[in-house]
C-alpha cells in the first residue's frame, strides 16, 4: 500500500491536494487548517497532489514508479535525477 | 553498451515526438473534432490488434485478452483495475452497464505528452479510449467506453463502461 507523508509544518492548508485527488484519498481538517490523509487505501499513486503542492509538503513512498522514458538522460545526469 | 542503450533512448524519444506532434496540430486546427477522429484511429488499431484474440463475455478474462495482446505486441500500456474502498466488487452495475474503474501506470501515451510538453487528456488520450473500445467490442461483442476520470503525472484514472 502507497504510504503518503504530510509535513504538517509546511502545510499552507490551501486544499488543492485535497480537490485535485480523484479518489478523495485527503480530507481538510478546518479546526487544524491542514490536510490529513484520511484514506491511504484509495490512493493510486498518480502523485497529483506531490506533483501541485505548492510547498511541497506532501510525499510517497512503496509506489510502483513509472519509467521515465522521456526525460533527457545527460540531463539526469548531470542533475544526478530521475536516474 | 552504455553508448547503444543511449542510442537507443535518443531514437526513442525522436520518435516519441511525433504523436504529440500531430496530436497538437490537429487539436488546433480541428479543435474538440481532434478528439473524435483520433477515437475511431485508435478504435480501429484495437479491432486490427484483436483481430485473433480470444473471445469472451467475462470482463475479467477480457482485460486480461487485451493485456496479453498488448504484450505480444510489445506495447507499454500497464493497466490494473481499481476497487474503491467503498466498493466490495470490481464490477460495478449501473444503468449504463458493467463499470470497471483502470489505473494505467507505464503508459506510453503519457511518456510521449511531456516528452514533446503537450497537455494530458487531449486527442492523443482519446485514442486510448478508442483502442480500448475497439479491442473489448472485438473480444466481448459489446459497446465499450473508456471514460478519463483523472490524469496524473505516475498513473491515470479511467472508468470503463461495458454496455450491457
Redesign the interface.
Known amino acids: 500500500m502507497v504510504e503518503i507523508l504530510i509535513k504538517k509544518e509546511a502545510c499552507r492548508g490551501c486544499q488543492i491536494c485535497a480537490e485535485i485527488c480523484?479518489?478523495d484519498v485527503l480530507e481538510y481538517n478546518a479546526a487544524e487548517q491542514k490536510v490529513f490523509v484520511k484514506?491511504a487505501?484509495?490512493c493510486?499513486?498518480?502523485?497529483?497532489c506531490?506533483?501541485i503542492c505548492p510547498s511541497s509538503a506532501i510525499s510517497q513512498q512503496d509506489?510502483?514508479?513509472?519509467?521515465?522514458?522521456?526525460r533527457?538522460?545527460e540531463f539526469s545526469v548531470k542533475a544526478k535525477r530521475y536516474l | 553498451m552504455t553508448t547503444d542503450i543511449?542510442d537507443a533512448?535518443?531514437k526513442?524519444?525522436q520518435a516519441?515526438n511525433i504523436a504529440p506532434a500531430i496530436s497538437c496540430g490537429i487539436e488546433e486546427l480541428l479543435g474538440r473534432s481532434a478528439n473524435g477522429m483520433t477515437f475511431v484511429a485508435g478504435r480501429k488499431l484495437g479491432k486490427q490488434m484483436t483481430a485473433s484474440a480470444k473471445k469472451t463475455t467475462d470482463v475479467e478474462e477480457a482485460l486480461a485478452e487485451t493485456r496479453r495482446v498488448l504484450e505480444e505486441h510489445h506495447c507499454?500500456w500497464h493497466f490494473e483495475p481499481?476497487i474503491?474502498?467503498t466498493q466490495k466488487e470490481m464490477v460495478k452495475q449501473t444503468e449504463k452497464g458493467a463499470e470497471i474503474m483502470l489505473?494505467f501506470?507505464?503508459?506510453m501515451i503519457?511518456?510521449?505528452l511531456?516528452?514533446y510538453g503537450h497537455h494530458q487528456k487531449g486527442s492523443l488520450c482519446f485514442m486510448m479510449y478508442g483502442f480500448f473500445s475497439g479491442a473489448l467490442e472485438n473480444i466481448m461483442g459489446k459497446k465499450t467506453e473508456l471514460q478519463i476520470?483523472?490524469t496524473?503525472?505516475?498513473?491515470?484514472?479511467k472508468k470503463l463502461i461495458i454496455g450491457s
Do not use: W
Request: glycine share 2%.
Open positions: 480523484p479518489t484514506n487505501a484509495d493510486i499513486a498518480c502523485l497529483s506531490t506533483y509506489f510502483h514508479n513509472v519509467k521515465n522514458f522521456y533527457d538522460l | 543511449q533512448r535518443k526513442l524519444q516519441m507499454l481499481f474503491p474502498s489505473v501506470r507505464d503508459c503519457r511518456q510521449s511531456f516528452r476520470v483523472h496524473g503525472e505516475n498513473a491515470c484514472l
